[in-house]
């Protein structure tokens, strides 16, 4: 899924363009010259410049704005990126009501047969992984992964 | 002579060697699974090492803390998930080679150079520590501007198949670094008034989105289908060592000495140290078309970089007190528990506990060997794993891994986000290492100009007032105006022909 | 039909089982491990302090006490995570002196008050560093010369607005100098400060004498007061500011543990006697004073009005220098 250089550059412009306009609100430390709004403004100008070399070179190579090769060229491809997109953030909603072992078994078993692993091992798999990290990280390493539902069993 | 012969005494105790043992084992665990760093398995220490005597305590944190560092390596060679930002430097580079069947043979040479470096970092350490710390000393917010500013500077070299592009990823990775509360005004920025966000991107989590995630989703967009990654078996690790010693020894050396010259300096330390070191490598190289695509050249250099610049921060931690780095920030605490306050008087007074502690850093680097080796045989098996399988079980690593760095899911957001952006500049051509060096340096790029520019009372001349400040000074900008001179040049004599990119590539690599 | 009864009852007998545990917890506190939540870095004093005070904890309750980090934000991120946890005596935290700054900069809504107190269990008074080779022999003559030449000496040692920004601004605003005669350079913490000075960097750092015990041993910088009641039993050279100049002028950063608001009695009682055991122990007056920290307790009630007088001295501070929203 590549872009055209031009496409790229116009993005960035816009978001350096935001960044510097926003660095303008930052206030300066009381007595001197250089604040808050220094750094940012730099970072802002910079990428400003790099968005319009960008935009120049991409209007010179010129071709499609989008450039479909490899995976990008079947629909499943997209399907698939967004399905663990959405894993990772049913975990972030998930994990402290439901508690780690049945979330991360959850999320592990629908990538397994998301890639075609059999049911079987994909189950015990996912299993085994969700309580062996539970188990080193949650006791050997003091991380605290909560148990949600599971709270009674802990060990 | 017998203040040596009272250290081996303290040193050779079965329990000095069993806890050294131990440390090792649970440093290269805890090194080895990214999202947790050689900091958190020393913190992890501390409360165990309350009840040792001083030589074993100090001696399981030096071990635990270089057997990390070097596990760094493997997570990055095999899946490139760089363990601690330092070894971010080459991650890319060495997973090329494992694509090519050599992964053996990378981390090989990663272990040899790793132990070579700590040994040399060590030895500086014994015979010049006190001289070293003064000049360490000389360093004010000038001097650290000018290296924060050259580190970058190198970043720029790294993605120079593309500079436009490398520069955008660095600079994406200092926009990162100005979210939050922690710039010297002190006031919120970027934060939306978000408890979270105000306290800033955490780049582990960052890194492990950049690096790891965005490979899981390009792997899962293609369904995973087997790679074919078949390994070559060098067998015998030692076998090769000779050869490569031979090779590489100039490389070797230069990242040694380079690494032990910015370890010392506190707050430096190995990152910048690791990514100094391979772009001085690719600069200097008779064949630097062959970076990036798999070539040992510029691992060794960095490699030989990260591992000294560690035995370096001790220097002004056991001279003044003043930590390097995190890990030594927690065992000077550690030394005072038993007794070993840091200053010069510790040279003088208790000579036989410091010879025992530089025993231990010899130790620790060289058992490092066999544990390292062993490590790496079993880390292999790995790559046996089918993607299908092993995509999500590294999908589940990185979220406890991105959950860990701060027990708290606003981290898994940001490695989500970070993944994603990471798969997206990757997809066009846009280099990450750069923004992970540009997350690591923003925060001491702006916070020494600051700090200098309140020095000065605003004055410009102030950044070369100072003598070594002087020289940075000018070093950074003649290595800016010579790159800006010699793409100039390309660019006059490749007007009439081919395209930009062209030019540009061969400008940065003369 | 015998055989369903017994597979009913065995069903019946294997739930209750499972459940019990979960019943009776209501009853014997604590019953699984207690997390206790530090706002700043691996590394740190405070996290040290937290890490020997959460082992002896342990002995103590017979529970795993797991030291958790929640860092950034100049400590707000961490603050906000002990204030928002369930009161439920399971999750504690190691709350810092910024917990009376940063509502008044107007960062976050929290205040000592969102928090059970539990104990005070350290505290240490800042004192006023200058280089060895400096030309000050005292307090004074270092104020005279702040008098002379406002603005030629700055100072350094946390970020701007931290503990020892409030320190110097406090003591000079309490002898009638401008605060802003002495321009604050921000900085991660005091090492870096010290070694700023040492370099040449600034003129003084007025961190607390344990972060700065190395380079004092080492004769690399000097102490000319320390902001206490009482000298430093470990370097008593230095003198007081009282001693030293006439005023007394008393600022430090302290450390205690404190719950989240809402503890019940029963548990809050249970765990400052637990503590009051803890820092009774040989192994934490000996950690404390090895690492150079100062001790200092107070429990319950008495550590919630400790935090409330804090507040109001480094609020008084804040809006002098200007600092205050």
């Given at each position: 899924m590549r872009f055209n250089d031009a496409v790229l550059g116009a993005v960035l412009l816009a978001f350096s363009i935001t960044v510097g306009l926003w660095a303008r609100i930052f206030p300066a430390i009381p007595g001197q010259e250089y604040g808050a709004a220094v750094f940012p403004t730099v970072v802002a100008v910079a990428l400003g410049i790099c968005a319009l070399l960008l935009i120049m070179s991409g209007l010179r190579q010129g071709g499609g704005v989008l450039?479909?090769?490899?995976?990008?060229?079947?629909?499943?491809?997209?399907?698939?990126?967004?399905?663990?997109?959405?894993?990772?953030?049913?975990?972030?909603?998930?994990?402290?009501?439901?508690?780690?072992?049945?979330?991360?078994?959850?999320?592990?078993?629908f990538t397994l047969r998301m890639l075609k692993t059999g049911w079987l091992p994909a189950i015990a798999i996912a299993l085994v992984t969700a309580v062996v990290l539970q188990w080193s990280f949650g006791n050997l390493l003091q991380v605290p992964l909560p148990w949600g539902i599971l709270s009674a069993w802990r060990f | 002579m017998s203040a040596i012969e009272a250290a081996f005494g303290l040193i050779l105790h079965w329990n000095v060697l069993v806890t050294i043992i131990a440390a090792a084992i649970f440093g290269l665990f805890v090194g080895a699974i990214p999202g947790l760093t050689a900091t958190m398995a020393i913190a992890l220490l501390v409360p165990v090492t309350f009840f040792m005597d001083p030589v074993p305590a100090v001696g399981a944190m030096v071990t635990c803390s270089a057997m990390a560092i070097f596990a760094g390596d493997i997570p990055g060679t095999l899946l490139r998930i760089p363990g601690t930002p330092a070894s971010a430097a080459y991650a890319d580079e060495a997973f090329r080679m494992t694509q090519k069947g050599e992964a053996e043979r990378a981390l090989g040479a990663n272990l040899l150079f790793s132990a070579i470096g700590g040994l040399f970092g060590t030895i500086v350490l014994m015979f010049s520590a006190p001289w070293l710390a003064e000049i360490a000393l000389k360093f004010s917010s000038f001097e650290y501007f000018w290296m924060a500013l050259l580190g970058l500077t190198c970043a720029a070299f790294i993605g120079a198949s593309a500079p436009v592009k490398g520069l955008v990823s660095l600079l994406i990775g200092l926009f990162v670094a100005t979210i939050g509360l922690n710039n010297p005004a002190g006031v919120p920025r970027f934060s939306f008034g978000n408890t979270n966000l105000m306290g800033g991107i955490d780049f582990i989590s960052a890194m492990i989105g950049l690096f790891a995630v965005s490979e899981v989703l390009r792997t899962v967009a293609g369904g995973a289908r087997p790679a074919p990654m078949v390994q070559a078996s060098i067998g015998n690790l030692f076998k090769g060592w000779g050869r490569l010693f031979k090779t590489y020894w100039r490389q070797q050396l230069r990242g040694n000495i380079l690494g032990t010259a910015i370890g010392v300096l506190p707050g430096a330390g190995a990152d910048i140290a690791a990514w100094v070191a391979y772009a001085i490598s690719r600069r200097f190289s008779k064949t630097p078309e062959k970076f990036g695509k798999g070539h040992l050249e510029g691992i060794v250099e960095s490699t030989s970089a990260n591992n000294s610049a560690l035995a370096g921060a001790w220097v002004p931690a056991l001279v003044f007190g003043i930590p390097g780095d995190s890990i030594t920030a927690v065992v000077i605490g550690v030394l005072y528990v038993k007794g070993l306050n840091p200053g010069p008087t510790l040279f003088l007074n208790d000579p036989q506990m410091i010879y025992a502690v530089f025993l231990v850093f010899i130790l620790a680097n060289l058992i490092m060997?066999?544990?390292?080796?062993?490590?790496?045989?079993?880390?292999?098996?790995?790559?046996?794993?089918?993607?299908?399988?092993?995509?999500?079980?590294?999908?589940?690593?990185?979220?406890?891994?991105?959950?860990?760095?701060?027990?708290?899911?606003?981290?898994?957001?940001?490695?989500?986000?970070?993944?994603?952006?990471?798969?997206?500049?990757?997809?066009?051509?846009?280099?990450?290492?750069?923004?992970?060096?540009?997350?690591v340096l923003g925060p001491m790029l702006e916070q020494n100009f600051v700090t200098s520019m309140i020095k000065a009372d605003g004055s410009f001349l102030g950044f070369f007032e100072r003598p070594i400040a002087a020289s940075l000074g000018v070093v950074t900008l003649l290595i800016w105006g010579s790159s800006f001179l010699?793409?100039?040049?390309?660019?006059?004599?490749?007007a009439h022909g081919s395209d930009s990119r062209a030019i540009s590539h061969d400008a940065t690599n003369p | 039909m015998i055989c369903r009864r017994l597979m009913c009852s065995l069903a019946i007998g294997a739930v209750a089982a499972v459940f019990m545990p979960a019943a009776a917890a209501l009853a014997d506190y604590p019953d699984r491990p207690i997390t206790l939540i530090v706002p700043w870095?691996?590394?740190?004093?405070?996290?040290?302090?937290?890490?020997?005070?959460?082992?002896?904890?342990?002995?103590?309750?017979?529970?795993?006490?797991?030291?958790?980090?929640?860092?950034?934000?100049?400590?707000?991120?961490?603050?906000?995570?002990?204030?928002?946890?369930?009161?439920?005596?399971?999750?504690?935290?190691?709350?810092?002196?910024e917990i009376g700054m940063m509502h008044w900069q107007g960062l976050t809504e929290l205040t000592y008050a969102d928090y059970t107190p539990l104990t005070l269990m350290n505290e240490d008074p800042g004192a006023v560093q200058v280089s060895a080779d400096a030309p000050w022999k005292d307090l004074p003559a270092l104020i005279d010369d702040i008098?002379?030449?406002?603005?030629?000496?700055?100072?350094?040692?946390?970020?701007?607005?931290?503990?020892?920004?409030?320190?110097?601004?406090?003591?000079?605003?309490?002898?009638?100098?401008?605060?802003?005669?002495?321009?604050?350079?921000?900085?991660?913490?005091?090492?870096?400060?010290?070694?700023?000075?040492?370099?040449?960097?600034?003129?003084?750092?007025?961190?607390?004498?344990?972060?700065?015990?190395?380079?004092?041993?080492?004769?690399?910088?000097?102490?000319?007061?320390?902001?206490?009641?009482?000298?430093?039993?470990?370097?008593?050279?230095?003198?007081?500011?009282?001693?030293?100049?006439?005023?007394?002028?008393?600022?430090?950063?302290?450390?205690?543990?404190?719950?989240?608001?809402?503890?019940?009695?029963?548990?809050?009682?249970?765990?400052?006697?637990?503590?009051?055991?803890?820092?009774?122990?040989?192994e934490y007056k000996s950690f404390m004073s090895k690492q150079g920290f100062g001790v200092r307790w107070a429990s319950g009630a008495e550590f919630g009005n400790f935090m409330k007088a804090s507040d109001e001295t480094l609020g008084e501070v804040m809006k002098q220098v200007g600092l205050a929203k």
């Open positions: 450039l479909f090769e490899g995976w990008a060229r079947e629909p499943g491809g997209y399907l698939r990126i967004a399905c663990t997109i959405a894993l990772v953030i049913f975990y972030i909603l998930a994990a402290k009501p439901l508690g780690f072992i049945p979330t991360m078994t959850i999320i592990l078993l | 060997i066999p544990f390292g080796w062993g490590a790496i045989k079993l880390a292999k098996q790995i790559l046996r794993v089918p993607s299908k399988v092993l995509m999500p079980v590294i999908l589940a690593f990185c979220i406890v891994g991105a959950f860990a760095t701060n027990n708290t899911v606003f981290n898994v957001s940001v490695m989500l986000v970070f993944g994603v952006l990471g798969f997206i500049m990757e997809e066009n051509d846009v280099p990450i290492a750069p923004c992970i060096l540009g997350i010699s793409y100039l040049i390309a660019r006059k004599r490749g | 870095g691996a590394g740190g004093g405070t996290d040290s302090t937290a890490r020997i005070i959460g082992s002896l904890l342990q002995k103590e309750l017979g529970q795993p006490v797991n030291v958790v980090n929640r860092t950034g934000g100049s400590g707000v991120v961490g603050h906000s995570a002990i204030a928002e946890a369930d009161p439920d005596g399971y999750t504690l935290g190691i709350a810092t002196v008098k002379a030449n406002p603005g030629k000496y700055k100072a350094s040692g946390t970020g701007q607005g931290g503990i020892w920004h409030l320190a110097i601004a406090g003591l000079l605003s309490k002898l009638d100098v401008d605060p802003s005669s002495v321009p604050w350079v921000p900085s991660n913490g005091a090492a870096p400060g010290l070694q700023d000075l040492v370099a040449g960097g600034v003129s003084i750092v007025p961190c607390s004498i344990p972060e700065a015990r190395s380079l004092l041993s080492a004769g690399r910088v000097k102490s000319l007061a320390v902001m206490s009641e009482e000298r430093n039993a470990a370097f008593p050279d230095i003198p007081t500011t009282k001693e030293a100049i006439g005023v007394s002028w008393t600022l430090g950063a302290w450390r205690g543990i404190v719950a989240p608001k809402g503890l019940p009695d029963a548990e809050s009682e249970m765990l400052i006697a637990a503590l009051k055991k803890v820092y009774d122990s040989e």
